[in-house]
C-alpha cells in the first residue's frame, strides 16, 4: 500500500475544488444565480471552452494525487520490519505516465524521431565515426528504422486517429440517447435537433470540441508508448510529458493566488465603502502604497525575502519536491498579497453605492448591526464582481507567471512550468539547427488553456455584468435575416 | 488648480514615505543583514568573519535605527534606516551590494531605456486605437467578428513567445536585423526595429479590445445621434466625434503609465541587450542585489505617483469642462 502524501498545494487545491462545488450546490438552489449562469452554458464559445477547461483540470487533478510507493522489503529482512518507502514522490499522472517519465534520452531528439538529434562519434568495427546514434526509447522496437518508421508512425497514426473517432462517436450517441431518454423523444429527432443547434445548451459545438481532443488523445495514445511525440528536452526528458506537468503549475498559480487576493479585497473594500471616513482613508492609503510599486519588482522583493527565509529553514522539508511546493504556495500567496488594489477599489466603490440604498437603510433603521449588514446584505450583492474579476484574472496569472519564471521569481527550478519551458527555449531557437519543439509544446498547451480561460472569463463576464454584454461582437444583418 | 496639484504632491510624498518604509521591513526586519550577507556570498558554510567582512564593506553593520554610541544627530543618521532609505528621498541611491555607484548606472542607463520604451508606447497607442476605430467602423460585419476573435487570440499568447518567434524569424532565419544588442546613431535603428515592432504587437491584441470597449461606449450617446441626424458621415461622426470623447478613457489608461517608459521593459530589454535601467533591475535580481531592488522600487513609485498627477492635468487639458478643485 503506497503511503500517501499531501502536499500544501494539494490541499489547497482539493479545497479549492470542494468550494468551487459548494458554489455550484449554492448557485443551483437560487433561481436567480441559475437563470445567469444558463446565460453562459448557452455561449457555444464558452462551453466548448468549459470541456478543455474540464481537461485541464482533470490532468491537474491527477497530478495532485501524490504518494511514495513502497519499495519489496529488503533481504533478510525481519517479517515485521517497517514497511520502506521509495524517498521519491511521485503522482497519480507520474504513475499512469512511468513509461514517458522514466523513458529518458541522452540530449536532444526531435518529435517522433529514432535517432539523437545531433551527431556523436560512435565506435563502429573499432573505427571511431561521426552518425545520428539510435534513442534509446524513441522507435526501440525499429529493426531497421530507415524502411520501417514511416509505415510505423502511419500505421499507428491510423489507429489511433481511428480509435479516437470511434470513441467521439460512441460519447456523442451517448449524449444524444441520454438526451432523448430524458426527453421522451425520438432519437433521430434528438440528433437532428442537436445538428441543427436547436439545443438549449450548445451540444453541438461542446461534442465537437470533446471530438476534436478525442481524435488528438487517441493519438497521442497510439504513438506515445514508442516515440516521444513532442520530443526531448536537453537533458533528454520527454517534452510532452513535461508540458503536462506544467498544467497543474499553470492552474495552481491562475486560480490559488486569486483565491489568496480575495480575503483582502473582500475585507478591506467593504470595510473602506461601508465606514467610510478615516477607515477609508487608511485602507485608501495602504493600496495605493501597494500599487504604486510597480507589479514585478513588488514581487521580486518578496520573492528574494522568501527565499533567504526558506534557505534559512531548510529543517521544514522532507522532500526537494515539497520545498518546490511550498515556494510555489508562497509564491501564489505573494501574487495574493501584492495584487489584492484592482479589486478592492471595484469592491470599494460598489460597496458606497449599496450602502446609500434604501434596503440597506432600511436594515440599520431596524437595529441590524453592522457586521450584520456587511454580511447579509452588502457581501452577497458584490459576488457577481468578484466572480468576474476571479475568471478574468485567471488567464492573466497564467501568462505573468512565465514571465516570473524568466525573470528569475517565479516558481522554483525544479517545478515544470511554462515559463521554464520558454527560458530554455530562448537559447535553444538560437542553435543551428532550432531546437523548436520545446517552444511549440509551451505555446500549444498555454495557448490552449489561456485562450479557453479567456473566452470562458468572457462569456461570464456578459452574463454577469449587463454593460459587458452590449460590446459582443454581433452579426446584426444575419441576426435580422434569421 | 495650483492647488489642487500641490495637494496630490502632498499626498504622493506621503505614499513615498510609505513605500520607502514598507521596503525598509521587508529587506531588513524580515531578514537580517546577516542572512543576506549569506544568500549573497553563497553556501551554508560561510565563516562569521566572512559575514561581518561582507557587512562592514557595504555598511550593513550599523544599527538598524538607533546608533547609540555616537553623538548627537548622528544617533540618527549613523543607521541603515538613514543611510538605505531616507536618503532616497534625495535620490542619493548610494552604491549597490556588488559596489558600483546605482545613481550613475540610473543616469546612463535611462537613455537607452526610453529609446526602446517611447516609440513602442506612441506607435503602440497609434496602432491600437486604429485597430479599434476599424473594428468600430465596421462593427456588426464579419470584419468585427473575426476582428475581435483575432484579439482574443493574440491576447491569449505569451509576451515571451513573440519575442522568441520574432527573434528567431527575422533574425536567424531572414537575417534582417542582428538579434540583440545596442549601438549609437544610425544603427541604432536596425537595433531597435525588432524590439518596437514586438513590442506593439504583444499589446495589440488586449488594448485593441479595450478601446473598442471605449469607443462603442461613447457610440451609444445622445450627441452621436445627434451628429448622423445632422447628416454627418459614419466616418465624421468617428473620427471627430467619438475619438474626441473617447480620448478621455483612454488618457486615464495611458498617461499613467508614461513616467513608467523610464523604467523600460525587463523582458525586451535583457533578451534585446539593451542596457537599459529594465536589464539592469533583471541582472540585480538574478545576483540578488538587494541595494538595487530597494532603489529601483523606490524609482518605480516615484514615477508612478508623477503618472498620477499627470492623468488629473491631463484630464482638464483634453476636457475644458473638468475643473480639478
Not at chain 1, 446565460?39 to 474540464?54: E, N
Amino acid at each position: 500500500m503506497p503511503k500517501p502524501v499531501f502536499l500544501v498545494t494539494d490541499i489547497a487545491l482539493g479545497l479549492l475544488l470542494a468550494a468551487l462545488a459548494l458554489y455550484v450546490w449554492h448557485a443551483s438552489r437560487s433561481a436567480d444565480l441559475r437563470a445567469t449562469w444558463r446565460v453562459v452554458f448557452r455561449d457555444a464559445a464558452a462551453m466548448s471552452a468549459l470541456v478543455m477547461l474540464s481537461l485541464f483540470l482533470l490532468v491537474a487533478a491527477l497530478d495532485s494525487i501524490h504518494f511514495r510507493s513502497l519499495l519489496p522489503p529488503a533481504e533478510g529482512a525481519a517479517a515485521d520490519a517497517p514497511a520502506a518507502y521509495s524517498t521519491r514522490t511521485y503522482s497519480l499522472l507520474d504513475h499512469l505516465l512511468r513509461k514517458q517519465m522514466e523513458g529518458t534520452e541522452r540530449t536532444y531528439s526531435a518529435p517522433l524521431s529514432f535517432q539523437s538529434y545531433s551527431k556523436e562519434t560512435v565506435e563502429v568495427d573499432g573505427k571511431p565515426v561521426r552518425e545520428f546514434p539510435r534513442l534509446v526509447h524513441g522507435g526501440a522496437h525499429l529493426t531497421d528504422p530507415q524502411q520501417q518508421w514511416l509505415p510505423d508512425i502511419a500505421q499507428r497514426s491510423a489507429l489511433g486517429i481511428g480509435g479516437g473517432l470511434i470513441v467521439a462517436l460512441l460519447l456523442a450517441g451517448v449524449v444524444v440517447v441520454a438526451r432523448a431518454g430524458s426527453r421522451r423523444i425520438a432519437f433521430a429527432d434528438c440528433a437532428r435537433a442537436v445538428w441543427r443547434r436547436e439545443t438549449e445548451v450548445p451540444l453541438r459545438a461542446m461534442l465537437t470540441t470533446a471530438g476534436a481532443v478525442l481524435l488528438v488523445v487517441g493519438w497521442v495514445a497510439a504513438i506515445w508508448p514508442h516515440y516521444h511525440v513532442l520530443g526531448t528536452d536537453r537533458t533528454g526528458n520527454d517534452v510532452l510529458y513535461q508540458a503536462l506537468k506544467s498544467v497543474r503549475t499553470a492552474i495552481v498559480i491562475g486560480s490559488l493566488a486569486t483565491l489568496a487576493t480575495l480575503p483582502f479585497a473582500i475585507a478591506f473594500g467593504i470595510l473602506a465603502g461601508y465606514f467610510k471616513g478615516w477607515v477609508d482613508d487608511a485602507i485608501q492609503y495602504l493600496y495605493t502604497v501597494l500599487s504604486s510599486i510597480p507589479g514585478v519588482l513588488l514581487i521580486a522583493a518578496f520573492v528574494l525575502m522568501i527565499q533567504v527565509w526558506i534557505d534559512k529553514n531548510p529543517q521544514l522539508y522532507e522532500t526537494g519536491l515539497e520545498r518546490a511546493d511550498v515556494r510555489l504556495l508562497l509564491l501564489c500567496v505573494i501574487l495574493g498579497v501584492t495584487g489584492w488594489a484592482t479589486l478592492c477599489r471595484l469592491l470599494r466603490a460598489e460597496t458606497l453605492k449599496l450602502s446609500e440604498l434604501d434596503y440597506v437603510q432600511a436594515a440599520r433603521a431596524f437595529g441590524v448591526s453592522n457586521l450584520g449588514i456587511m454580511r447579509r446584505h452588502i457581501f452577497p450583492n458584490l459576488m457577481h464582481i468578484v466572480l468576474i474579476v476571479a475568471v478574468l484574472d485567471f488567464s492573466a496569472l497564467v501568462l505573468y507567471e512565465a514571465v516570473l519564471s524568466y525573470v528569475g521569481v517565479g516558481v522554483d527550478p525544479t517545478t515544470a512550468s511554462f515559463g521554464s519551458m520558454f527560458n530554455l527555449a530562448r537559447t535553444e531557437m538560437s542553435r543551428d539547427p532550432a531546437v523548436w519543439w520545446n517552444l511549440l509544446a509551451a505555446f500549444l498547451f498555454m495557448l490552449a488553456l489561456v485562450l479557453s480561460a479567456n473566452l470562458f472569463a468572457g462569456a461570464v463576464r456578459e452574463a454577469f455584468d449587463p454593460r459587458a454584454r452590449a460590446f459582443r461582437p454581433r452579426l446584426a444583418r444575419s441576426r435580422a435575416a434569421a | 488648480m495650483l492647488n489642487y496639484i500641490l495637494r496630490r504632491i502632498g499626498y504622493g510624498v506621503l505614499i513615498l514615505v510609505g513605500v520607502n518604509l514598507f521596503t525598509f521591513i521587508l529587506f531588513f526586519a524580515v531578514n537580517t543583514p546577516d542572512d543576506m550577507a549569506r544568500l549573497n556570498i553563497g553556501g551554508k558554510r560561510v565563516t562569521q568573519e566572512a559575514i561581518e567582512k561582507w557587512k562592514v564593506e557595504r555598511g550593513y553593520d550599523k544599527p538598524l535605527l538607533y546608533s547609540a554610541k555616537d553623538e548627537g544627530a548622528r544617533k540618527l543618521t549613523n543607521t541603515i534606516f538613514f543611510e538605505r532609505s531616507v536618503q532616497l528621498f534625495a535620490f542619493q541611491f548610494g552604491a549597490s551590494d556588488s559596489g558600483r555607484d546605482i545613481g550613475y548606472e540610473i543616469r546612463s542607463r535611462i537613455g537607452p531605456s526610453l529609446a526602446v520604451a517611447l516609440p513602442t508606447y506612441l506607435l503602440g497607442v497609434m496602432a491600437t486605437v486604429c485597430v479599434a476605430l476599424l473594428m468600430v467602423f465596421f462593427r456588426a460585419t464579419y470584419l468585427d467578428f473575426w476582428g475581435v476573435t483575432l484579439a482574443v487570440v493574440l491576447m491569449s499568447i505569451s509576451a515571451l513567445f513573440y519575442i522568441i518567434v520574432g527573434q528567431w524569424f527575422f533574425s536567424n532565419l531572414l537575417r534582417l536585423v542582428p538579434i540583440s544588442g545596442f549601438a549609437g546613431g544610425w544603427n541604432l535603428a536596425v537595433f531597435l526595429a525588432l524590439p518596437i515592432v514586438i513590442g506593439v504587437v504583444a499589446r495589440l491584441g488586449g488594448d485593441s479590445l479595450l478601446y473598442r470597449t471605449m469607443f462603442l461606449e461613447e457610440i451609444g450617446k445622445d450627441y452621436v445621434r445627434t451628429a448622423r441626424a445632422k447628416g454627418l458621415s459614419e466616418a465624421a461622426v468617428l473620427f471627430r466625434h467619438v475619438l474626441r470623447n473617447a480620448s478621455l478613457p483612454i488618457l486615464t489608461s495611458t498617461v499613467a503609465v508614461l513616467p513608467l517608459l523610464f523604467l523600460g521593459s525587463l523582458i525586451m530589454e535583457s533578451f534585446f541587450g539593451i542596457p537599459g535601467l529594465g536589464s539592469f533591475t533583471i541582472d540585480a535580481i538574478n545576483a540578488q542585489d538587494f541595494a538595487v531592488v530597494r532603489a529601483m522600487v523606490f524609482l518605480g513609485s516615484v514615477l508612478y505617483i508623477i503618472g498620477l498627477i499627470l492623468t488629473d492635468i491631463s484630464y482638464t487639458l483634453a476636457d475644458p469642462r473638468i475643473r480639478l478643485a
